[in-house]
């Protein structure tokens, strides 16, 4: 029997994982059977299930995909000396978390970000699924909290705030973002970086009433 390559088991698996991103986005998670991303990736059921036990782990893998590639963005990040301004940081980090399913295209729009709101909502519910997201946030949180520690070494920013408490609303925002994006239409990242720009460029001042 002819041995398979490690490129075509990496080939199926990338087209089992697109097929059930695809599947997921279109119709949600608990709407989707495994019959539908069989169907959809034009496989049998023992095709599939050679790489992945059902759609749990389907999903889990999806979540872990995402998380990986925005670590590789800070990991391009960390190279850099001092590290880019804050709107340049967010667009490098968000830009390359959404371009993890670029094609993925629903209805003409980005299917990503319905995606990863099915991820969040499972997350929820699955604790397997909620400790693969929690560990993975817990990394971005330390790279979040190195880069800003950075900028208040720097003086770029005040140092009276923790750094830890500017993570949690950086991310906040980049989530509020994606739900954007899936609730009320597509935008561009830059949307995003402008607004971040106009909001670190207000004064200190404060007025009293």
């Excluded at 850099?80 to 940081?89: G, H, I, N, R, V």
């Excluded at 980090?93 to 670029?102: D, E, T």
């Excluded at 990394?139 to 070494?153: A, H, I, K, P």
């Excluded at 739900?179 to 995003?192: E, K, N």
Aim: glycine letters at 8%.
């Amino acid at each position: 029997m002819a041995r398979v390559s490690q490129e075509h088991l990496d080939a199926r698996r990338r087209q089992i994982l697109d097929g059930a991103a695809r599947c997921f986005a279109r119709n949600g998670f608990h709407a989707t059977s495994m019959q539908d991303v069989l169907k959809e990736v034009d496989l049998s059921a023992g095709a599939v299930y050679r790489y992945f036990s059902g759609k749990e782990e389907l999903i889990t893998a999806i979540a872990a995909e995402v998380l990986t590639e925005v670590r590789g963005a800070f990991a391009e990040v960390s190279r850099q000396t001092p590290p880019p301004p804050l709107d340049e940081l967010v667009g490098l980090v968000l830009g390359r978390m959404m371009g993890v399913w670029a094609s993925l295209i629903i209805d003409g729009e980005p299917g990503f970000p319905r995606l990863i709101m099915q991820v969040w909502a499972e997350a929820a519910r699955d604790k397997e699924l909620a400790a693969v997201t929690r560990q993975g946030y817990e990394g971005l949180r330390e790279s979040w909290d190195e880069v800003f520690r950075t900028y208040q070494d720097s003086g770029a920013m005040r140092s009276d705030i923790p750094a830890e408490h500017v993570t949690r609303t950086v991310i906040a925002m980049v989530q509020g973002f994606i739900a954007q994006q899936c609730l009320f239409g597509p935008a561009p990242v830059s949307v995003l970086q402008d607004g971040l720009r106009a909001l670190t460029s207000m004064s200190g001042t404060r007025t009293t009433a």
